[in-house]
């Protein structure tokens, strides 16, 4: 990852992680954990909390769509949308894998720059993103969107709104968290969204094929970049 995507990276977790807290708070306001941010904030707790929520989306919004001009408009932007995007070898991995792990095979599937896992992980980023972002805008300019889709419209938004968190939350703890910090092949961290880069010996676990592409052992006519 380069400094610019690190950026990106950072830009998109530090605001996720901001509207989790606040739009949770909101959800849940008899929590024990939000009476002790409404007990440190003071008499302003709602305020507050309502004034950071709003900022924060503005951050991701800003955040993605710069992310989409650097997907489209800039070389390793659109190779990088290249790789994501999924391919019929993402099937086999798949069901290699779950012989894998079930047993069946001694085998593990190798991977290029991106598994299929990440692959899902990054097109659901892009789904939920767009969908929080538009019921988000519905539910901030309420007084207005009110006349355009109801009382119905506005109750759908904040179901559609809710349950996404919920579940973008979870993808995030349970499967996004897992990947970089508990799984044992990476413990105690995968330190690319950091550094920027992975080791070789964890290229060769993760990544092979990627590795032996800029090892030139692999003929690419793609764009040659540094990964």
Do not use: C
């Amino acid at each position: 990852m380069t400094k610019n995507e690190r950026i990106q990276h950072f830009l998109l977790l530090s605001s996720f992680i901001v509207l989790v807290i606040t739009g949770f708070a909101l959800k849940f306001p008899e929590a024990w954990w939000v009476r002790m941010l409404s007990a440190a904030i003071g008499e302003n707790a709602f305020e507050a909390r309502g004034l950071v929520h709003r900022i924060a989306s503005v951050v991701m919004i800003a955040a993605s769509l710069y992310h989409l001009y650097y997907v489209s408009f800039t070389p390793r932007g659109r190779q990088l949308i290249k790789d994501f995007f999924p391919a019929k070898s993402d099937v086999s991995d798949f069901k290699n894998a779950m012989k894998y792990l079930i047993g069946r095979s001694d085998d593990r599937p190798l991977y290029g720059r991106f598994s299929y896992i990440e692959k899902m992980e990054y097109w659901a980023v892009v789904w939920g993103t767009v969908i929080m972002g538009a019921t988000g805008f519905v539910l901030w300019f309420k007084d207005f969107f009110f006349g355009v889709v109801g009382n119905v419209g506005m109750d759908i938004a904040t179901a559609i709104h809710y349950y996404e968190a919920i579940l973008a939350s979870l993808a995030i703890v349970v499967w996004h968290f897992y990947f970089v910090f508990l799984n044992p092949d990476v413990r105690p961290m995968n330190k690319a969204w950091l550094s920027g880069f992975l080791t070789r010996e964890e290229m060769e676990h993760e990544h092979p094929l990627e590795l032996q592409k800029l090892a030139g052992e692999i003929p690419d006519k793609k764009e040659n970049i540094k990964s």
